[in-house]
């Protein structure tokens, strides 16, 4: 059997990635997380221009947008985001906004919406107003996907979400009380979101938890807690994010991950899980940090992958995995992760290793002649790719 050390190195730009060759072989050695569907792994990518359809060329125009009904305010302003994750979405501070702006959206071909707001201090989004008229939404408009944050909730405000007509909802899953108290400022138990996620799966919509690695400034204290939890109120999908804390104050900074001990944890969180469709979100580290976790989420067997490393994809290919390619910007990713689908959808096209060796070889060649174009300067994305010029960026 080949050893997956040697595969990696096979692949160009992971040939100086560090990785753990022990960790690499203990992955290989309990065959890859295998489960039912872990030989197949769905990519969301940018990069494979040569598949783009008329669906998702233009990125301009977002097929998921995110709604905030509080607008960028929070109470919580947790130490990883401070509520800056909010400012960028539509906002929508009345029933009246959220009727008028997703006719909006509808007519600008929006598939789906995330509907969120900022948390009062019980770490609860007061969405009672809005549950009359997100009924209208999906009375008028029954293909228009909503999927919403719920942060914590209880049985009766569970049943109203699905009354509503919420397809999927959404938690982060929170497994160690110092993080609960220190990180979000709030006075509610790791209890209250195992309740919380107790609640959510007896409805009938499809339920998406969230863990975000190394939540506690950086360090992993309770993923394995939020795994446990998960494991024991099964959802539709997990989607596994490592934390990264553009706006801690700088009174409480946050460390990069120990970027082998995610990929331990991933391989942990397939294992626990079994067929689970397990995903890794958009958010991670950038640069060598990510091609490392995306190195390991691969070897680890995950479902799918939002905006893989460069050669993450080939590497897949590599290991036998049967890979298929969406090329899709983040709000396309973003709605599929919500949704479930990814494990099983019938989006995307199947590469096979040459066809995937081939795409690359083109879009390096891309690359070179851009940077080439202006002087030898490199334009680093936020992913730590270089730029090609032009079409869409994660």
């Known amino acids: 059997m080949t050893s997956w050390n040697d595969v990696i190195r096979r692949v160009e730009p992971l040939e100086d990635v560090p990785v753990d060759p022990l960790l690499v072989e203990d992955l290989q050695a309990r065959g890859g997380g295998a489960t039912a569907g872990s030989d197949s792994v769905h990519f969301y990518t940018p990069t494979f221009k040569s598949y783009q359809t008329s669906e998702i060329a233009d990125c301009g125009k977002s097929a998921w ?48 919406m995330l509907l969120t707001g900022g948390s009062n201090h019980r770490n609860e989004v ?33 049943l109203s979400m699905e009354q509503a007509g919420i397809d999927a909802a959404m938690m982060d899953v929170i497994g160690a009380q110092d993080t609960i108290t220190q990180v979000y400022h709030l006075r509610r138990s790791v209890d209250d979101f195992e309740q ?9 919509m499809k339920v998406v938890p969230h863990i975000v690695v190394g939540l506690h400034y950086g360090k992993l204290l309770g993923e394995w807690n939020a795994l ?15 934390v990264m ?36 979100g958009c958010a991670r580290p950038p640069g060598e940090a990510k091609s490392q976790i995306d190195s390991y989420a691969v070897m680890a067997g995950l479902s799918g992958i939002a905006h893989p490393a460069e050669g993450v994809v080939e590497l897949a290919a590599r290991l036998g995995k049967n890979v298929r390619v969406t090329p899709a910007c983040c709000s396309i990713a973003v ?12 989006s995307g096209v199947e590469l096979d290793l040459d066809t995937i060796v081939a795409e690359e070889a083109r879009r390096r060649e891309q690359e070179r002649k851009a940077r080439e174009g202006l002087g030898g300067i490199r334009i680093v994305t936020e992913g730590g790719a270089v730029a090609s010029g032009g079409g869409c960026h994660a």
């Open 196 to 204: 919380t996620l107790e609640s959510l799966v007896k409805t009938n």
């Open 65 to 112: 947008p995110a709604m905030s009904i509080t607008g960028g305010d929070c109470k919580l302003a947790c130490d990883h985001c401070k509520a800056k994750i909010l400012e960028p979405m539509i906002p929508v501070r009345s029933p009246e906004d959220l009727w008028r702006e997703v006719n909006q959206v509808i007519e600008s071909g929006a598939q789906g």
């Open 228 to 242: 446990e939890m998960l494991a024991r109120h099964l959802p539709d999908a997990v989607v596994l994010v490592v």
């Open 335 to 346: 709605g599929d992760e919500v949704m479930a689908e990814a494990a099983d959808n019938a």
């Open 245 to 280: 804390p553009f706006y801690a104050p700088a009174s409480r900074p946050f460390e990069t991950p120990d970027v082998h001990a995610v990929g331990r944890f991933f391989h942990d969180a397939r294992e626990r899980l079994g067929d689970t469709s397990l995903l890794l």
């Open 126 to 158: 007061e969405y009672d107003l809005y549950y009359s008229t997100i009924r209208r939404i999906k009375d008028e408009f029954p293909d228009f996907r909503i999927a919403m944050h719920t942060a914590l909730v209880d049985d009766d405000i569970a």
